[in-house]
């Protein structure tokens, strides 16, 4: 099989793309990615960075966090895990909160389907963005007291 051929032969860029990914938690798109990967492989082009992230996704190597409407960003993490978005400046982080239990089963439950597991992510405001938007606030609000 053709997945298999990939197993057996990573190529040296699908192993620093896989391991530039590993480095970070901050789920990184396939442009960040691509500008980290250059600092070791100068010449490598998005279009190669994107293909091998795909089949590297499609391999279960690594996660990939596709949410209609935003652009697509990539884990290295694939143990099952939540996630949080920033609604301010879009940024992605970890969130290691158990399981809820009986999800599975409540879906299986409404569906024909056979359920495996899911994911989630909340959106929010991230602590930065939220100080950022303080910090604004009371400039505003000296400003307007003078
Ligand atoms: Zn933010
Ligand atoms: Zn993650």
């Not at 290295?76 to 089963?105: A, I, K, T, W």
């Not at 899911?118 to 003078?146: M, Q, W, Y």
Request: glycine fraction near 8%.
């Amino acid at each position: 099989m053709l997945e298999d051929m990939h197993r057996l032969r990573m190529t040296k860029q699908r192993k620093v793309i896989l391991e530039e990914l590993r480095k970070v938690t901050s789920h990184p798109t396939a442009g960040d990615l691509c500008d980290m990967v250059r600092r070791r492989l100068p010449k490598i082009s998005l279009g190669t960075v994107y293909r091998n992230l795909d089949i590297l996704s499609r391999q279960g190597i690594i996660t990939k966090l596709d949410v209609a409407g935003q652009e697509m960003r990539f884990d290295g993490n694939v143990e099952q895990h939540y996630h949080l978005r920033c609604r301010g400046c879009g940024r992605v982080d970890d969130l290691f909160m158990d399981p809820l239990p009986g999800l599975d089963e409540a879906a299986e439950k409404m569906s024909q389907y056979q359920v495996f597991g899911h994911s989630l992510e909340f959106v929010g405001i991230c602590p930065e963005c939220a100080g950022k938007k303080t910090a604004t606030d009371s400039l505003r609000e000296a400003a307007g007291r003078n």
